[in-house]
């Protein structure tokens, strides 16, 4: 499965901040003790969460396709599996208010297609559209701001709500992007561990929330498989998952462990 090296920008170990000392999730606990040598102590200091309101982004590269403030910026003591646009770990969070979008007389003005064509390009993306607020997850808070100037840019119609344009933002970050997430675009990666109503392969891009995680490989790999094959591929999958206690849950108890990841191939 492909990595996700570059897109999550890769900092120099620094030393853990005392704020996030007994945190269990090493990649959380670093970021945020990176965000605080950043933009200093946060306004909310929780015991599994550091909350900064009011950020102004300070950013080395400069981004065309970027928000340049950012209303609620977060951390949370936590592990989130995610695998578009390849695998990753969510930790981080960036809200801004939209006042577009905000309800009025109690009643959302978003276009409901709109929130479910988000939700299809992938499941970073939250909307409240009571509040008119957008938050986008990730592991860093560049991959964040991006995602949410592509959420502006739909709502107000500069943009298709399209995995083809997210993932084209995305890639703009050329020094933050490897030659392997470029790959991922071209090749379309399909879930053999389920079907369709037509019977094909569904395309990958869960946030694994449902038992039995996904086990994905590129279509084209998948089309020279045998349906015996993808049924062991699978269930080594699933076993694997099942015992480190995963089972394909999106969970918060990841304990900082990297995803499971099997060959499509059992070992002789």
Not at 42 to 52: A, R
Not at 78 to 98: C, L, R, T
Not at 146 to 169: H, M, W
Not at 192 to 199: P, Q, Y
């Amino acid at each position: 499965m492909i990595k996700l090296k570059s897109l999550i920008i890769e900092q120099e170990e620094k030393k853990i901040h005392s704020l996030v000392s007994n945190w269990e999730n090493k990649k959380a606990q670093e970021y945020a003790s990176l965000l605080i040598d950043k933009y200093g102590e946060p306004n909310v200091k929780g015991g599994k969460m550091l909350l900064w309101r009011d950020v102004e982004l300070i950013d080395e590269e400069k981004y065309k396709y970027k928000v340049k403030k950012i209303d609620k910026l977060y951390v949370l003591d936590e592990h989130i599996e995610h695998s578009f646009p390849a695998d990753h770990i969510d930790y981080v969070y960036s809200m801004i208010a939209i006042p577009e979008i905000q309800a009025k007389d109690g009643k959302s003005t978003i276009e409901p297609d709109l929130v479910g064509k988000f939700a299809g390009v992938t499941g970073s993306i939250i909307i409240d559209g009571l509040k008119g607020e957008a938050t986008a997850r990730c592991g860093d808070t560049l991959a964040n701001d991006i995602t949410l100037q592509f959420v502006l840019d739909c709502i107000n119609g500069k943009a298709e709500p399209s995995k083809e344009e997210y993932g084209n933002r995305i890639l703009s970050m050329k020094k933050a992007v490897s030659e392997n997430l470029r790959k991922w675009f071209s090749d379309k990666w399909v879930n053999i561990g389920k079907k369709d109503k037509s019977g094909k392969h569904p395309p990958c891009g869960t946030s694994g929330k449902k038992r039995g995680y996904a086990k994905c490989v590129p279509a084209s790999k998948a089309r020279g498989m045998s349906k015996k094959e993808k049924e062991s591929a699978t269930r080594r999958k699933r076993a694997a998952q099942n015992k480190k206690g995963r089972g394909g849950t999106s969970s918060l108890s990841g304990g900082g462990k990297k995803p499971i990841r099997v060959s499509t191939k059992p070992k002789k």
